[in-house]
T-cell receptor, first 113, second 112 residues
Framework: SAVISQKPSRDICQRGTSLTIQCQVD?????MFWYRQQPGQSLTLIATANQGSEATYESGFVIDKFPISRPNLTFSTLTVSNMSPEDSSIYLCSVDPGQDGYTFGSGTRLTVV | SQKIEQNSEALNIQEGKTATLTCNYT??????LQWYRQDPGRGPVFLLL?????KEKRKERLKVTFDTTLKQSLFHITASQPADSATYLCALDITGGFKTIFGAGTRLFVKA
């Protein structure tokens, strides 16, 4: 199964600023997924990113707040823009589900102060 | 509305016993169901996938059952060990591979 390198692993940011999270996959994958996981909650899908097309956002998430790039089949970034304390969460990327299920990055723990 | 329910209360068991975790869902007809393990500060790790036409699946000390009539999956860890302590998430595919919904997970503590 694929191996994902996600960074940063954690960050503390000032409100009103932006943070870009990167995920690098060790193999080419068609679809990448970005999730948010708030403490004690389930993973919530933010968007699906395909290479060469605009990301598809889930209800409640918009491109202006969470712009995503997918420049090639092994890399994607998620930016959390104009942050507020409510954006404090763990952000996770993952790749194509297959016979072996999703592979996740190790997550980015974001704290907005 | 669509819902996945996992017991929010932590499960505490003694080492060597069998841990059984429950995942119930409503208003879905999933093609398959998955179980993941998540340790603190880490991303979920895939454990098992069971399809709608499979009743049971095993992998080493793990066993998963899938009852589409009851809309329930049970996840068993036999001969549990303290190293099995983690949060276990169930996940349902609802669109044939393009969207997966996760439960909030159940924390398991295995005491030595």
């Amino acid at each position: 199964s694929a191996v994902i390198s996600q960074k940063p692993s954690r960050d503390i940011c000032q409100r009103g600023t932006s943070l870009t999270i990167q995920c690098q996959v060790d193999s080419q994958v068609t679809m990448m997924f970005w999730y948010r996981q708030q403490p004690g909650q389930s993973l919530t899908l933010i968007a699906t990113a395909n290479q060469g097309s605009e990301a598809t956002y889930e209800s409640g998430f918009v491109i202006d707040k969470f712009p995503i790039s997918r420049p090639n089949l092994t890399f994607s970034t998620l930016t959390v823009s104009n942050m507020s304390p409510e954006d404090s969460s763990i952000y996770l990327c993952s790749v194509d589900p297959g016979q072996d299920g999703y592979t996740f990055g190790s997550g980015t723990r974001l704290t907005v102060v | 509305s669509q819902k996945i329910e996992q017991n929010s209360e932590a499960l505490n068991i003694q080492e060597g016993k069998t841990a059984t975790l429950t995942c119930n869902y409503t208003n879905y007809s999933p093609a398959y169901l998955q179980w993941y393990r998540q340790d603190p500060g880490r991303g979920p790790v895939f454990l098992l996938l069971i399809r709608e036409n499979e009743k049971e699946k095993r992998k080493e000390r793990l066993k998963v059952t899938f009852d589409t009539t009851l809309k329930q999956s049970l996840f068993h860890i036999t001969a549990s060990q303290p190293a099995d302590s983690a949060t276990y998430l169930c996940a349902l595919d609802i669109t044939g591979g393009f969207k997966t919904i996760f439960g909030a997970g159940t924390r398991l503590f295995v005491k030595a």
